[in-house]
């Protein structure tokens, strides 16, 4: 009889602690939801306000962005042309970095390399970005006005290029495990077939595992749109509605670090317009991520 009242006891016990588990786990997730929720609704109340003041159309046409200035003008196209083109230097640079890194890591290099390498990658990505932006302001900006004289002191393109090697680790890493978890049957197969190690690479295991590299894009892209400390200290705070990488720029991201600084008074049209421009960049970002989901559903392999 006491034995079996060892098992029901130790039964009892299994099932509260299995309830306890549950029980965090889902206050964890219940957590980030609402945190979610809450950013989602101060982004959207706040903006609301802001709208009551400037209209949508203005916002979204007009190609001046001077909102703490007395002649107030609010295109926040000036904005989003700064975010677009220095994502897309960075871009320039860590996709086809990070694509090769990952083919190399995956299919080429040795164990021992594979081991050493990984750290240091991830290594790379925990560098804070203030680190990365002094270093493009001070070393990069003027090295590539060796190459370029006529190039300002504060411009995208360095900005974006160092942003690039930045975020060369999301790609690498996240594209290289989707690769290490193609099977090696396919590669097998391309072997028999007569492929090489680097066709096999290119025409095998890449496109099998398109799915993971994609996330890994999607990831880098979100990564380079809401950086912003590089871009604060070396693209320069001038709010221009260009897409040429050699002039200086704002962003989405930038603006808001140099406006919530607690300058203004918080019922002000200047101080809400920071909450104007984190919902757009919110948008952009959401607007990428269900593109991913998509890209990614599409392209799933199942083995």
Same mark, same amino acid.
């Given at each position: 009889?006491?034995?079996?009242?060892?098992? =029901?006891?130790?039964?009892?016990?299994?099932?509260?602690? @299995?309830? %306890? +588990?549950?029980?965090? #786990?889902?206050?964890?997730?219940?957590?980030?939801?609402?945190?979610?929720?809450?950013?989602?609704? +101060?982004?959207?109340?706040?903006?609301? $306000?802001?709208?009551?003041?400037?209209?949508?159309?203005?916002?979204?046409?007009?190609?001046?962005?001077?909102?703490?200035?007395?002649?107030?003008?609010?295109?926040?196209?000036?904005?989003?042309?700064?975010?677009?083109?220095?994502?897309?230097?960075?871009?320039?640079?860590?996709?086809?970095?990070?694509?090769? +890194?990952?083919?190399?890591?995956?299919?080429?290099?040795?164990?021992?390399?594979? @081991?050493?390498?990984?750290?240091?990658? @991830?290594?790379?990505?925990?560098?804070?970005?203030?680190?990365?932006?002094?270093?493009?302001?001070?070393?990069?900006?003027?090295? #590539?006005?060796?190459?370029?004289?006529?190039?300002?002191?504060?411009?995208?393109?360095?900005?974006?290029?160092?942003?690039?090697?930045?975020?060369?680790?999301?790609?690498?890493?996240?594209?290289? $495990?989707?690769?290490?978890?193609?099977?090696?049957? =396919?590669?097998?197969?391309?072997?028999?077939?007569?492929?090489?190690? =680097?066709?096999?690479?290119?025409?095998?295991?890449?496109?099998?595992?398109?799915?993971?590299?994609?996330?890994?894009?999607?990831?880098?892209?979100?990564?380079? +749109?809401?950086?912003?400390?590089?871009?604060?200290?070396?693209?320069?705070?001038?709010?221009?509605?260009?897409?040429?990488?050699?002039?200086?720029?704002?962003?989405?991201?930038?603006?808001?670090?140099?406006?919530?600084?607690?300058? =203004?008074?918080?019922?002000?049209?200047?101080?809400?317009?920071?909450?104007?421009?984190?919902?757009?960049?919110?948008?952009?970002?959401? %607007?990428?991520?269900?593109?991913?989901?998509?890209?990614?559903?599409?392209?799933? @392999?199942?083995?």
């Amino acid at each position: 009889m006491s034995v079996v009242s060892d098992r =029901l006891r130790k039964s009892r016990m299994r099932n509260i602690r @299995e309830t %306890g +588990i549950e029980a965090i #786990l889902f206050l964890a997730a219940f957590i980030s939801v609402v945190t979610t929720l809450g950013i989602v609704y +101060i982004l959207v109340s706040e903006s609301m $306000d802001f709208f009551r003041h400037v209209s949508i159309v203005d916002f979204l046409t007009d190609t001046q962005w001077t909102p703490l200035f007395d002649d107030a003008h609010y295109g926040i196209m000036v904005l989003i042309s700064g975010t677009l083109t220095s994502s897309a230097v960075a871009l320039f640079v860590a996709l086809p970095l990070g694509t090769v +890194i990952a083919i190399y890591l995956s299919e080429f290099a040795s164990f021992a390399v594979r @081991e050493a390498a990984k750290p240091i990658l @991830e290594l790379l990505g925990g560098i804070p970005t203030i680190v990365f932006g002094y270093f493009a302001l001070i070393t990069v900006t003027p090295f #590539l006005q060796s190459l370029f004289p006529e190039l300002p002191g504060f411009n995208v393109l360095s900005a974006g290029l160092v942003m690039g090697v930045m975020i060369v680790p999301y790609v690498s890493s996240l594209a290289e $495990d989707s690769m290490r978890a193609v099977p090696m049957s =396919l590669r097998e197969g391309s072997y028999a077939m007569g492929a090489t190690r =680097l066709q096999t690479a290119l025409r095998v295991v890449f496109p099998a595992a398109i799915s993971g590299v994609g996330s890994g894009y999607v990831l880098a892209i979100s990564r380079a +749109i809401g950086e912003t400390m590089i871009v604060a200290v070396a693209a320069g705070g001038q709010p221009n509605l260009t897409f040429n990488p050699a002039e200086s720029a704002m962003t989405l991201a930038s603006y808001i670090a140099g406006v919530s600084q607690g300058d =203004l008074p918080q019922d002000s049209v200047g101080y809400q317009t920071i909450f104007a421009a984190g919902l757009t960049l919110m948008v952009i970002t959401l %607007g990428l991520n269900v593109m991913g989901h998509l890209l990614r559903k599409k392209y799933r @392999e199942v083995y």
